[in-house]
């Protein structure tokens, strides 16, 4: 389990946008690499172009709209950084629990990781309004004008830890057989895997709005 187990090499900023860190993050395949990206001054950049066409009074105004969009993906890429740390939290407690033979020592430990497993579901309940159509209670796709008949759909994505998003079972037995203990870490295996695609597809969403907004594509 080398990847559920993996820490990041850097402490992370508060003060850093999540798109930054994630759209610099090395992939196990070069095809899913991406570039590092200022969301800020790519935003800015983009609305101050003079070539962007007055909006018509009947049209959505794209460049709020993008605004919008980009906000929501930045405030999902928190939560789900906010999800990793509490499953690598998860797989460090879980691993701990192989080294101990005691019984009621094992037990104790899988009350803590069902208490970081239904913290993930505490953090999508308490998201940040914006980003909750995208990751949280109210999910849906996010469409964004980008002038005229133009438009881009962001996907959402499910993260709790239902068998429709991350699948993260309780610990039934307690730990009380490696079993349990090896099947737990085989999810958080797979759901730090999901977390960490999701994250990556909305950072190639932000690149995309961006060039789009700074009229790469025109």
Known sequence: ???ALQKSAEKKSSKRSPLAGWLGKRSKSDD?????????????RALKKTEIPEKKSEDKDPQNDVRDALGAIEAALYAIDRIRDTLEQACEVVVSAKDIDDPGGRALLAERYDELRLGVDGILNSVDPRAAMLIGSGQRHF???LGGKARYSISPAKLDTSNEGLNLTPPGEAFANDDEIERILGELDTALLRADR???GYCRDAQYLIARMNGAFE
Do not use: C, K, T
């Open 1 to 3: 389990m080398a990847f």
């Open 32 to 44: 899913d690499a991406l570039p590092e990206i200022d969301i800020d001054a790519g935003v800015n």
């Open 143 to 145: 469409d964004v004008a």
């Open 198 to 200: 999701s994250a990556a």
